[in-house]
């Protein structure tokens, strides 16, 4: 197994220790390589470090308030227009019905796992946060209404790990040859 | 850096060797221990091994018939009544404009690249494919309408590594404080 599938945990609790930006350039590069339909990687990310931008993204994301201690917040963007060009001007929200929305969320959620799993080999704590609505967080940070914020990342360190969530077992979600 | 992000590749091309049962248990307990949204575990998998199914799969596929040289392809599926179960009868396809399919996409996308991972830590080739329209892919495994088929993934041996696609550059794709 890859260990870091194991260990990695949604961490809510953060200490006041800052994270070194060469650490976060490490958790970029890894939702870079990510793979992507038709190779569009039809995504983009902003790496916010400023308390009050941390607060409202917070205050948006349900009143999350323990997401202001974490050092950094990687806000995860989908964009529409990588798959396809000449969409034109779309606003895209969480009740919008275009195809390529879902293949470009689709893609993101693939950067951000790689974004977790690479948080945990470094032994830095994170968590994949997304109780928002589009119109709450787009605002916050400039970003157009054609782009879809697929997760608010948090980043940082823990003395407190939680413990690992049950899962489904195996013999639920696994059939043979057809439904 | 987690090497597996780095030496994954999506391989069309299969040699004959088949692939060890045990070693696909392996992928679909990777892809169980996937982090989702409240913890909702909204997939399923199908397991196919049958020639004459996997013909239909290729075919669906886009006529992608390299796909039935792969011993094995997993059916990788999102169920919207997981993330609400009072959703009630719905037909969910590429242009269903659910809030709550968004959402098992996306978690079903974050298990399927746990697959991908775990097959390249375990030496073998897999591909993610979606190049088929749900109204042709469920009824070949006679999958209900209120599933959504996220990826088919084919898993084998190569003798033939593709080369590794190119990437965005990181300066292109990361913004800081804002858009």
Known sequence: MIKEM?????????NGK??????VMQ???????????????????????DPATKEKIAVADHNQMWMVDAPVHIVCVADIKRRNPDIGQVVVDENAAYPEL???IRDTAVAIQHILLMA???GL???????????????ILGIPNDQYVVGVVTIG?????????TR???????????W
Chains 1, 2 share one sequence.
């Open 157 to 165: 360190h823990t003395d407190d790990p939680p413990k690992a969530q």
């Open 18 to 23: 800052p994270v070194d930006k060469e650490l």
């Open 102 to 104: 879902k293949a470009v």
């Open 125 to 139: 704590a994170s968590c994949w946060t997304g109780w928002y609505a589009q119109d709450d967080m787009r605002p």
């Open 27 to 49: 958790l970029l590069e890894a939702a870079r390589l990510a793979p992507s339909g038709k190779n569009t990687q039809p995504w983009n990310f902003i790496v916010v470090t």
């Open 6 to 14: 194991i260990t990695r945990r949604s961490t809510r609790s953060y």
């Open 168 to 178: 489904r077992d195996l013999e639920d979600m696994v059939r043979y040859e057809k």
């Open 120 to 122: 945990e080999h470094l």
